[in-house]
């Protein structure tokens, strides 16, 4: 057997596995409705202490079951899931907030998403024309290319969708990996060595952008007989292009092959999301991209989502990584969202 063999599993799908979103997304119910708006009520009025809060203080009781079984559809299966109806009010973003929260918490471990210690933040386009390596992306109309996301899993929330464009894709990283073992083997050592990450830090200070490329991260390897998986495309390709440098052929050759196959449409699922529509996506074994955009000019109509990363308690992660690697961007004290 090679040593980049090919690894089976749940989490090695393709299109044709998941094409009918209708077949796997979870829906809620209306009891589950309003047990989830009555817990988002029962949370303190001060956002600073719902960082404290724990699933005993804002259980979910007739949503337990469901929320148990997209963990393990993350966790062990397939690496993604969609939760369907929640009821959003659509002249109460605060609500919104409060009811994104109470399932974070009850889903797992939240964690700060920017140097600001930002733990949930709004996702929409803030910014038009040509962006520079420090924009981020989800503040544009732009394309997003697949990549993954901080802790273990992202989740986004849809409060408003665009009126044109927008849609989301996924693509399983392990089936990438397999048809890597299979097509071109060669590109793997490569793949498994990893590539420098340009990272871009927020400073609380406002106004101030500061920037550091992270040591290699390996965009495949294997801990405890499974694959783990990650990468993001156009943060390994501005670690060079930000210093200057010239990326070594063999990773540009690699990472070529790599988002070719994600690419394919027989390897990715594409669907739109819609107002009270979330989707959970585990950065171990998928990834995710958006498409380009056109959003309404009314800006109380204009695309918006909720953005959330957390880890999952006891999960597989806990193995190879450090607590202060599972922690996030904590390096301000944390806070739920930044205020304008």
């Known amino acids: 057997m090679s040593e980049y063999a090919a690894v089976p599993g749940p989490a090695d799908w393709t299109a044709k596995d998941y094409s009918e979103v209708d077949r796997w997304a979870e829906s809620m119910g209306a009891a589950e409705v ?12 001060d956002m600073r202490e719902w960082v404290g809060l724990k699933p005993a203080d804002i259980p979910l009781k007739s949503i337990g079951a469901k929320l148990a079984r997209i963990t393990d ?10 939760l369907r109806g929640i009821d959003l009010p659509s002249d109460d973003f605060d609500r919104v907030r409060r009811m994104k929260w109470v399932l974070a918490v009850n889903l797992g471990d939240v964690i700060a998403q920017n140097a600001k210690g930002e ?6 386009a803030e910014f038009e024309g040509q962006r520079t390596a420090d924009v981020r ?3 544009s109309r732009d394309e997003l290319r697949f990549h993954c996301d901080g802790g273990d899993v992202a989740t986004l929330l849809c409060v408003r969708q665009a009126p044109v464009g927008g849609s989301n894709s996924l693509v399983s ?11 071109c083997p060669e590109h793997l050592p ?11 830090k927020e400073s609380a200070s406002e106004g101030k952008l500061d920037s550091a490329t992270l040591p290699r991260i390996p965009l495949f390897r294997l801990s405890g007989g499974q694959l783990v998986c990650f990468s993001n495309l156009k943060l390994m390709e501005l670690s060079y292009e930000t210093a200057g440098i ?15 196959i994600a690419e394919r449409d027989e390897m990715k699922i594409e ?4 107002p009270g529509d979330m989707l959970l996506t585990h950065n171990l074994t998928v990834m995710h991209k958006r498409a380009a955009f056109e959003d309404d000019p009314d800006p109380a109509k204009a695309r918006l989502m909720l953005r959330l990363w957390y880890n999952v308690r006891g999960g597989r992660s806990q193995a190879f990584q450090k607590p202060e690697e599972r922690r996030g961007y904590f390096t301000q004290a944390p806070l739920v969202i930044q205020e304008a």
Not at 34 to 45: F, K, V
Not at 173 to 183: L, P, Q
């Open 73 to 82: 559809d993350l966790e062990r299966g397939r690496g993604f899931a969609l």
């Open 119 to 124: 733990m949930m933040g709004s996702v929409q």
């Open 190 to 200: 490569t793949l498994y060595r990893g590539l420098p990450l340009y990272m871009r």
């Open 246 to 260: 010239s990326m070594p052929p063999e990773e540009r050759a690699a990472l070529e092959a790599y988002e070719e």
């Open 137 to 139: 992306g989800y503040v």
């Open 34 to 45: 309003a047990e989830l708006q009555h817990a988002a009520e029962q949370m303190p009025t």
């Open 271 to 274: 669907f739109k999301l819609e």
């Open 173 to 183: 990283s392990v089936a990438i990996h397999n048809a890597m073992a299979r097509e």
